[in-house]
């Protein structure tokens, strides 16, 4: 009875390879995010999207491409992966303006 | 005691002490605040929110303050047990009450380790 799942947990992956998180919610929410967490544990928010269309999107290279097929999913597709993209990635949704429910994160390593 | 600087700030307590952790926000615009528990390996868990028209809000264990004049909010709480040991991130949303989207934007995080 996951309410926010998002696959893979662990990535490990070599530089220039292209990668995708997935992430579903089955909440009934209408917002979706994206965000980064890095070694100091800082939370970036990286994208969101309500009713499928994307609201937010903070300056992360053109790489990062999320994509909404419908409002209970929200995947990430990185292209051309870099050291620097090595981080735990956390998918989470809300309605609009209200507290946000995350997932288990994905724990991206480049090699 | 609590530190701050280029790590985390952290905070030590010994189990069934009371525990206060700080944020300050700087976006007076901000009129929605969470409090969220990170366990390790976890995502970021809800624990409590307030809206910028109240001061105070209490749930279990936990009481939630907020000082809209010098832009503070705290998380007290209360009779701390070692399964409180988690990194804490207060996170803000400004314009919350109205129709457009409000960005969720988190602070800093504080690691709290609880002894037995």
Sequence with gaps: DTAVSQTPKYLVTQMGNDKSIKCEQNLGHDTMYWYKQDSKKFLKIMFSYNNKELIINETVPNRFSPKSPDKAHLNLHINSLELGDSAVYFCASSHLNTEAFFGQGTRLTVV | ?116
């Design chain 2, 1 to 116: 005691g609590e530190s701050v600087g280029l790590h985390l700030p952290t905070l030590s307590v010994q189990e069934g002490d009371n525990s206060i952790i700080n944020c300050a926000y700087s976006n007076s615009a901000s009129d929605y605040f969470i409090w969220y528990k990170q366990e390790s390996g976890k995502g970021p868990q809800f624990i409590i929110d307030i809206r910028s028209n109240m001061d105070k809000r209490q749930g279990q264990r936990v009481t939630v303050l907020l000082n809209k004049t010098v832009k503070h909010l705290s998380l007290q709480i209360a009779a701390t047990q070692p399964g409180d040991s988690a990194v804490y991130f207060c996170a803000e949303i400004s314009n919350a009450g109205g129709t457009s989207y409000g960005k969720l934007t988190f602070g800093q995080g504080t690691i709290l380790t609880v002894h037995p």
